[in-house]
């Protein structure tokens, strides 16, 4: 049981995986609908004083329409104003999304992946990634992303080099189509070569070298020597002052991203398609492109100015404490979701259910 600082209070929570809880919660959805599957990328939960809240992770656009009704709060990654119909009060943007862990394993942690052993296709690996961790140790050996090493306050000295590392997606991957990801990889392959050819030494980029990326953009994969792996990329990524952003998948605004900012990096981003919680904006917490050579006029104009590198810097290392931390970004949700219930309370005192008034484990 986790406890979260709220007001005076507590807010307490529990965990539970599979879906036959959340079906007694929705009944009104039948039992092989898309928001009960593993893959559903949606995280419910249910909280002493409000009703279910929604949190979905989603690179795209698109949400759960059939649960906006039943809940309280719909917290969505890729989020935009004004596009959810009668129920655009309930929306609300979740925030910047990388994969962290704690650098402990807990034993509630450790029995939960226990117990997703039969749910998921990929629950021997977290199993393995949470015995790991009871040894932080052992875990920061085997470059297993924690909190830990996933941040870090700005180095003022620290040499003004660029760096974008990235990937390419295959047609055929997860369902993709070449209309999916043709301008995505081209866009990241234009950067690549444009940034190379102009800064030389002072650029370290590339594609890891998949397949896909060996077949179809031979000259931008990184050299068979460079790893690309995700905790070699993140030790990395503390030696270089400057870096890259590009469109995700369905226009989603990418991991790196956030990572850049959890780093307190200074930032070169292609202009964001979706909103984020707080004050973050071009100009001040990145400077954003739409072309090529506006990618390279932003990176000229950060390398040499070194006033404007380092408040960016110390700007993103704010946002990240205040905004960006999975406390903040989950806290931030929870305390929406009971503000949202305790004001339709005063409007209709009566609306109060029973589930409003008794606590009910997190889903």
């Avoid at 739409?290 to 704010?318: F, H, P, Q």
Wanted: hydrophobic share 40%; aromatic share 10%.
């Amino acid at each position: 049981m986790g406890k979260l600082g709220h007001e005076a209070g507590r807010i307490l929570l529990k965990q539970r995986f599979g879906p036959n809880h959340l079906r007694r919660r929705l009944p009104h959805l039948v039992p092989d609908d898309p928001v009960f599957s593993t893959s559903a990328n949606v995280l419910f939960v249910d909280v002493e004083g409000a009703r279910l809240v929604c949190m979905d992770v989603r690179d795209g656009a698109n949400y759960y329409g059939q649960v906006a009704d039943k809940v309280v709060l719909y917290a969505k990654r890729s989020y935009r104003t004004g596009e959810y119909g009668a129920n655009c009060e309930k929306f609300v943007p979740l925030g910047l999304n990388y994969s962290a862990l704690l650098d402990r394993t807990t034993l509630s942690e450790l029995a939960n992946s226990l117990a997703q052993l039969r749910l998921s296709s990929q629950a021997f690996k977290r199993l393995v990634i949470s015995l790991a961790r009871l040894f932080p140790l052992l875990g920061g050996l085997l470059g297993v992303p924690t909190l830990s090493s996933l941040s870090c306050a700005p180095e003022r000295n620290l040499s003004p080099r660029v760096l974008f590392l990235a990937r390419t997606w295959a047609p055929g991957e997860d369902h993709l189509t070449e209309k999916d990801v043709n301008d995505l990889n081209d866009m990241r392959a234009a950067c690549i070569r444009t940034l190379r050819e102009h800064f030389g030494p002072r650029f370290f980029g590339g594609f890891a070298r998949t397949p896909h990326a060996c077949r179809a953009y031979p000259d931008c994969v990184v050299p068979p020597e460079v790893s690309t792996r995700r905790a070699d990329y993140l030790r990395r990524l503390r030696s270089y002052a400057i870096c890259i952003a590009t469109t995700g998948l369905w226009e989603s605004i990418g991991w790196k991203f956030g990572e850049y900012v959890a780093f307190s990096r200074a930032i070169v981003s292609e202009r964001l398609r979706f909103e984020l919680p707080g004050p973050i904006a071009p100009g001040e917490n990145y400077l954003e492109f739409t072309s090529v050579a506006e990618c390279l006029a932003a990176v000229e104009r950060l390398l040499a100015d070194d006033v404007l590198r380092g408040r960016m810097m110390e700007g993103n290392w704010r946002y990240y404490l205040e905004y960006g931390t999975p406390e903040a970004i989950v806290g931030r949700a929870l305390y929406a979701a009971l503000h949202q219930t305790r004001t339709q309370l005063k409007l209709n005192p009566r609306s109060a259910s029973g589930d409003n008034k008794r606590p009910v484990p997190a889903t």
